[in-house]
């Protein structure tokens, strides 16, 4: 089976699995169809899907991984003790963890083709991405009652199933309703920490951090970026060889600009 019978394969399977789309028109081009199989993937609740059609979302999304093209360290230069500025789709990094900023359901994004680096990252992991977070947040509600959401800053490591990472660190980052506090600072802080004692704890060697809080968390973005650096400088200074590489991934220009500031 070839990437578009693949994408034509899985297209009808997710159409089938959904229920209430089953009879929607699939588009003719290429775009049109990866387009509505994301949508259908970003909507589904977790659950079981049959074997085959697993197997067919792994090859097509590993087909996809290579079409992009997979990032490795060596491609990144290491700007100072470890460190790292990368600019681009992190779903393309193969690393031992990337960072996900997640919601405190911790399930991904439902809203089909958003934009945030949750919904990108469990598009392209696939749908076994979620059904690991909904395993472990039901372990949890059982143990701390129904209503238990995710607490800020606290993480929780999944594999990475189709991406080229091999693993998913996923944290709730500190909501900006208004003014700037100390107190979400802090908490910004600890999502770092709390992470990078994570990979430590974990084996894991490399990790790439999303800019934590930035989107619709309302995180002001040059602040963000002097705690993540200032937080993980500390950490790798009280860890020494802890870690071989910590990448700070950005998307936008501006970004970018205020990382190669508190690092040049």
């Keep these: 089976m070839n990437q578009t019978e693949r994408l034509d394969a899985l297209v009808e399977a997710f159409k089938e699995d959904s229920g209430e789309y089953r009879d929607i028109k699939t588009p003719e081009d290429v775009d049109g169809k990866r387009n509505l199989l994301r949508s259908l993937m970003n909507i589904r609740r977790p659950g079981e899907m049959p074997e085959a059609v697993l197997r067919v979302q792994d090859q097509y999304l590993q087909e996809r991984a290579r079409e992009k093209g997979i990032v490795t360290l060596k491609n990144i230069p290491v700007l100072q003790n470890g460190l790292s500025i990368w600019q681009g789709d992190i779903t393309r990094l193969s690393v031992d963890a990337i960072v996900n900023a997640a919601n405190n359901q911790m399930l991904g994004c439902f809203v089909p083709m958003h934009t945030c680096i949750d919904n990108c990252i469990h598009s392209f992991a696939g749908v076994q991405l979620r059904a690991a977070c909904f395993r472990q947040m039901s372990a949890l509600r059982r143990q701390f009652g129904p209503d238990y959401d995710q607490p800020t800053a606290v993480p929780m490591l999944t594999d990475g199933y189709n991406l080229p990472a091999k693993k998913v660190i996923h944290i709730v980052g ?56 200032q937080t993980v400088r500390e950490w790798m200074q009280e860890n020494p060889d802890a870690l071989e590489r910590v990448i700070f991934n950005v998307f936008k220009d501006e970004d970018k600009a205020y990382y190669e500031q508190e690092l040049l």
């Design 174 to 229: 500190p909501i900006v309703e208004g003014t700037l506090t100390e107190r979400l600072e802090k908490d910004l802080a600890a999502c770092y920490r709390n992470t990078l004692n994570m990979c430590k704890e974990n084996g894991l060697r490399s990790v790439a951090f999303c800019c934590i809080s930035t989107g619709v968390f309302r995180f002001p973005n040059r602040r963000a970026a002097g705690i993540a650096v």
